[in-house]
């Protein structure tokens, strides 16, 4: 992986010149964030359920080691292969080893975003395993060789126009398709035989539960219980924070993951598996792959509680303006913009920028990971490690000088309005100022705050402590 | 050490959150508790499923074979319905493939979803086949219905014994290609439901 920080910014520019793509990557993703408000709008008992929810994770992240055991210990009660990785690479030999004992060719998966963290695909595929995506979005991005750009909706960035394309050079269909359904049809053409001829199956998980030692799979194709179900072996690849304790707990948990993510009471498939059918082999792979440092996070270990809704992302005017691809990643948006850097400081030191800070991110995530205030407080680890470019740092430290300052801040704001007013654009509008770039600056005014206040309010206010004295 | 003491040992000595700080808030049931047939079938239509009338004199099988008349293929799950097989006769999944009309019967519905449950017990350990069949045709006692998720994963012991246990909510559906919602993805293209007593 290289190691070079990710051109957020520079990757959005291009993003925004086409205007087709742009509009409706906005559209589409505000879209799930008005249906998801019109679902909690229906439910008043909507902030009861994020609280229960974020409470029973952070107990659960709190009794974690305890926790886990307990569903290793009833999942092999069940007959399920438990397995331990670390990191990625040792999930990746894992699978090999147990697709190896089969002499399985052939892996036919549902989406999975850890897989992804994993990077599976890049390990497996050179040892002669053809690993197949069979849900509809991922496996266009797996044939377009990108990484997904949202955890819900991989594809989302994509027009009809571009998958039709891409299924006519893979799939041999006429490229000049515009129905979605005769697209769809097609990845349902495409898959059926693959499936039916997978020998090995793999899933996520959702959630995993302690006390039954089973784990829950949240789709809406159903391509994950027939990849699960026709081959003889089932993997499933869990991170160790996806756990709940009890079989309960996933009532408040499934009440708000289909609504948060796109508006939808459910999924239309919720799976609950707990052991391998009859004849079947299941196995479970618990993946660390840098939780368990990120639990020892004191700012950040909450970002453990996330169930990969996505409405942070759907929710963030710099997510929808500048798409997934432009992250660089494979989790973009808020969430992606501070679990990433736990992955890669540096290669993802410029993501934590990619924000307003207006909080929406926060307000909307089901289980109330302060996700803005992380954001800030990775811009202040970055800096403080100096992992963040020199200009960026240079002129921080200038507006730090200026800020703490009252006397010079004031001059130097009357001397920008009048430099809005009277400068030319290209002094104004240039690679100095990125705020420019795609907006107008604001219209300058006739007077500051400042000024108009101590002519009219403070002469008046002290005349009249002046009578009352 | 081997990765799982790895893992947990380093979780035991280095996580911020702590057992005494963070207490687990009690099992609660929440929202609306209306289980009536109506809020099933609303919750059921608005996931995209449909309910089959059965009028007076039909026999189940009767309504089965007016919603698809030119079938030439019914596997059926159920004593209620003859069909033209029965789901213990699949023996291969290219054989299930060609199933076109898939015929169950749901242990519970949960009226908030419109959600039925399937598991091996109803499936006779045929999972992947209720799945490969074009179109699928529940089974459901008017008694059997459950308000919402929380009432549902409290009262029904199957998600405690289950060993596959899938609650379908409408057929199966993408909105992955510009945000067009289409019903029947890549498991079944409809989901009806039928009312026993």
């Known amino acids: 992986m290289s190691n070079k920080p990710v051109k957020h910014a520079q990757a959005a520019a291009e993003f925004l010149e086409d205007d087709p793509h742009r509009l409706f990557h906005d559209e589409r993703l505000w879209d799930m964030r008005q249906k998801r408000d019109q679902q909690m709008h229906g439910m008043p008992e909507w902030q009861e359920l994020r609280d229960r929810a974020s409470r029973?994770?952070?107990?659960?992240?709190?009794?974690?080691?305890?926790?886990?055991?307990?569903?290793?210990?009833?999942?092999?009660?069940?007959?399920?292969?438990?397995?331990?990785?670390?990191?990625?690479?040792?999930?990746?030999?894992?699978?090999?080893?147990?697709?190896?004992?089969?002499?399985?060719?052939?892996?036919?998966?549902?989406?999975?975003?850890?897989?992804?963290?994993?990077?599976?695909?890049?390990?497996?595929?050179?040892?002669?395993?053809?690993?197949?995506?069979?849900?509809?979005?991922?496996?266009?991005?797996?044939?377009d060789h990108q990484l997904p750009s949202h955890v819900v909706v991989p594809a989302v960035q994509k027009l009809t126009g571009d998958v039709a394309k891409i299924f006519a050079k893979y799939y041999g269909t006429d490229p000049n398709i515009t129905d979605p359904h005769k697209l769809a049809e097609?990845?349902?053409?495409?898959?059926?035989?693959?499936?039916?001829?997978?020998?090995?199956?793999?899933?996520?998980?959702?959630?995993?539960?302690?006390?039954?030692?089973?784990f829950v799979v949240c789709t809406n194709e159903g391509n994950a219980d027939l990849s699960a179900n026709l081959p003889n072996v089932h993997i499933a690849t869990l991170g160790i924070e996806r756990l709940v304790p009890r079989v309960e707990d996933l009532g408040v948990f499934v009440r708000l993951l289909s609504r948060s993510a796109l508006g939808s009471p459910i999924t239309q498939y919720t799976t609950h598996f707990r052991g391998p059918r009859k004849g079947g082999e299941m196995h479970v792979i618990l993946v660390d792959n840098g939780r368990s440092d990120r639990l020892a996070m004191p700012q950040f270990w909450s970002s453990l509680k996330c169930i990969r809704c996505g409405?942070?992302?759907?929710?963030?005017?710099?997510?929808?303006?500048?798409?997934?691809?432009?992250?660089?990643?494979?989790?973009?948006?808020?969430?992606?913009?501070?679990?990433?850097?736990?992955?890669?400081?540096?290669k993802f030191s410029t993501l934590p920028f990619a924000s307003t800070m207006n909080g929406s991110c926060s307000n909307v995530c089901p289980v109330e990971i302060n996700i803005h205030e992380q954001i800030y407080d990775w811009r202040r680890v970055l800096a403080e490690k100096h992992d963040i470019p020199f200009v960026k740092r240079e002129i921080m430290k200038m507006a730090g000088?200026?800020?703490?300052?009252?006397?010079?801040?004031?001059?130097?704001?009357?001397?920008?309005?009048?430099?809005?007013?009277?400068?030319?654009?290209?002094?104004?509008?240039?690679?100095?100022?990125?705020?420019?770039?795609?907006?107008?600056?604001?219209?300058?005014?006739?007077?500051?705050?400042?000024?108009?206040?101590?002519?009219?309010?403070?002469?008046?206010?002290?005349?009249?402590?002046?009578?009352?004295? | 050490m081997s990765s799982r003491d790895t893992i947990l040992d380093k979780l035991r000595r280095n996580r911020i959150p702590r057992e005494?700080?963070?207490?687990?808030?009690?099992?609660?049931?929440?929202?609306?508790?209306?289980?009536?047939?109506?809020?099933?079938?609303?919750?059921?239509?608005?996931?995209?499923?449909?309910?089959?009338?059965?009028?007076?004199?039909?026999?189940?099988?009767?309504?089965?074979?007016?919603?698809?008349?030119?079938?030439?293929?019914?596997?059926?799950?159920?004593?209620?319905?003859?069909?033209?097989?029965?789901?213990?006769?699949?023996?291969?999944?290219?054989?299930?493939?060609?199933?076109?009309?898939?015929v169950v019967r749901s242990p519970f519905g949960i009226a908030e979803m419109g959600s039925i449950f399937l598991s091996e017990v109803e499936l006779f350990d045929h999972l992947a086949d209720v799945h490969l069949a074009q179109h699928l045709v529940v089974l459901l006692s008017r008694e059997e219905l459950t308000a919402n998720m929380h009432t549902a994963y409290q009262e029904r012991s199957e998600f405690k014994t289950a060993f596959y246990g899938v609650l379908m909510s409408g057929p199966s559906a993408t909105a992955d290609i510009q945000g067009v919602l289409i019903r029947g993805a890549q498991g079944v293209r409809t989901l009806s439901l039928i009312w026993t007593s």
């Open chain 1, 56 to 143: 029973i994770k952070e107990h659960t992240l709190a009794n974690l080691p305890t926790y886990l055991e307990q569903f290793e210990e009833n999942a092999r009660r069940n007959g399920i292969h438990v397995h331990w990785a670390r990191d990625g690479a040792e999930h990746n030999r894992i699978v090999a080893e147990i697709m190896g004992k089969h002499g399985a060719k052939s892996l036919i998966k549902s989406k999975s975003m850890i897989t992804d963290e994993c990077e599976m695909r890049e390990y497996l595929e050179p040892r002669g395993i053809t690993v197949t995506e069979t849900d509809l979005g991922e496996r266009i991005q797996q044939l």
């Open chain 1, 186 to 214: 097609a990845q349902r053409e495409a898959a059926r035989p693959v499936l039916l001829s997978g020998d090995t199956g793999m899933t996520g998980g959702n959630f995993i539960v302690a006390e039954t030692g089973g």
């Open chain 1, 311 to 346: 409405a942070c992302m759907n929710t963030c005017p710099v997510y929808r303006r500048s798409g997934g691809q432009s992250y660089g990643s494979v989790y973009s948006g808020p969430i992606g913009a501070i679990i990433d850097p736990t992955f890669n400081a540096k």
């Open chain 1, 401 to 469: 000088r200026l800020l703490a300052q009252p006397r010079l801040y004031r001059v130097s704001i009357e001397g920008t309005e009048i430099a809005l007013k009277t400068m030319p654009r290209f002094v104004l509008y240039n690679y100095l100022n990125p705020w420019g770039k795609h907006r107008e600056l604001p219209h300058p005014v006739k007077e500051t705050f400042n000024s108009w206040y101590r002519k009219n309010r403070l002469k008046t206010s002290t005349k009249k402590e002046h009578e009352s004295a």
């Open chain 2, 20 to 102: 005494d700080d963070y207490e687990l808030p009690p099992v609660k049931v929440l929202g609306d508790l209306d289980k009536s047939i109506e809020r099933f079938e609303k919750s059921l239509q608005l996931m995209g499923g449909e309910v089959l009338p059965q009028k007076a004199g039909q026999t189940i099988e009767d309504v089965v074979r007016a919603r698809f008349p030119n079938t030439t293929s019914i596997c059926s799950a159920v004593p209620e319905v003859e069909g033209t097989l029965k789901i213990t006769d699949l023996k291969t999944h290219e054989q299930s493939n060609e199933v076109d009309v898939m």
